[in-house]
């Protein structure tokens, strides 16, 4: 079946400071990869999202790059802000798994001054 | 500006009442879902509805059943709720053959004691 593994958190990094946060998947069939974010008191939002090998999604800062031979979806930003403190989620969908979104357990990220 | 709204932020139920936890939505999806989300667990899904008056059972239905009459509310029931059911419950939404982004409400928040 489908899975997501995502690094354990919480990552507490200082403003300005580079982030990633490491994600593997398994799958069955031709996965779409995702990653959505929460911040505090609010439900999930898309971030971005790569629907094929070798493609980058990129919202707001944040880049992932689709990798087929690694399996991965790693989440980067150049600069974090105080204001990207949430809870990050990766994410896929796969016609083998009915189509369904097969979340990871969540990475906290938490920026101080 | 869309939205998918749960009718209750914080519920407190004792062990054995019935539960029902509304959701609606305003973008005319088809698809809706029921998750629940845990620390450590991160985002399981509960029950899942294609269509009006359909639905299928997710990862963990036990306990747990749905009811969508119209296509822009799904409800999820507790039958008879337990103590492990305390949990936050979160709605989303989805165009029908659109894999990726689901829209989340903002989560409901149920204590049973």
């Known amino acids: 079946g489908n899975s997501v593994t995502q690094m354990e958190g919480p990552v507490t990094l200082s403003e300005e400071a580079f982030l990633t946060i490491n994600c593997t998947y398994t799958?069955?069939?031709?996965?779409?990869l995702f990653w959505y974010v929460q911040y505090p008191g609010e439900g999930l939002q898309l971030l971005l999202k790569a629907t094929k090998a070798d493609d980058k999604g990129s919202n707001k800062g944040f880049e992932a790059t689709y990798r087929k031979e690694t399996t991965s979806f790693h989440l980067e930003k150049g600069s974090v802000q105080v204001s990207d403190s949430a809870v990050y989620f990766c994410a896929l969908t796969s016609t083998g798994g009915g189509n369904k979104l097969t979340f990871g357990t969540g990475t906290q990220l938490k920026v101080e001054l | 500006d869309v939205k998918v709204t749960q009718s209750s932020r914080y519920l407190v139920k004792r062990t054995g009442e019935k539960v029902f936890l509304e959701c609606v939505q305003d973008?005319?999806?088809?698809?809706m879902f029921w998750y629940r989300q845990d620390p450590g667990l991160g985002l399981r899904l509960i029950y899942f509805?294609?269509?009006?008056?359909?639905?299928e059972k997710g990862d963990i239905p036990e306990g747990y059943s749905v009811s969508r009459e119209k296509k822009e509310r799904f409800s999820l029931i507790l039958e008879s709720a337990s103590t492990n059911q305390t949990s936050m419950y979160l709605c989303?939404?989805?165009?029908?053959?659109?894999?990726?982004?689901?829209?989340f409400g903002e989560g409901s928040r149920l204590t049973v004691l």
């Open positions: 973008m005319d999806h088809e698809n």
């Open positions: 989303a939404s989805r165009r029908q053959g659109e894999t990726g982004e689901l829209f």
């Open positions: 509805s294609y269509d009006v008056k359909m639905k």
């Open positions: 799958a069955t069939g031709y996965p779409s």
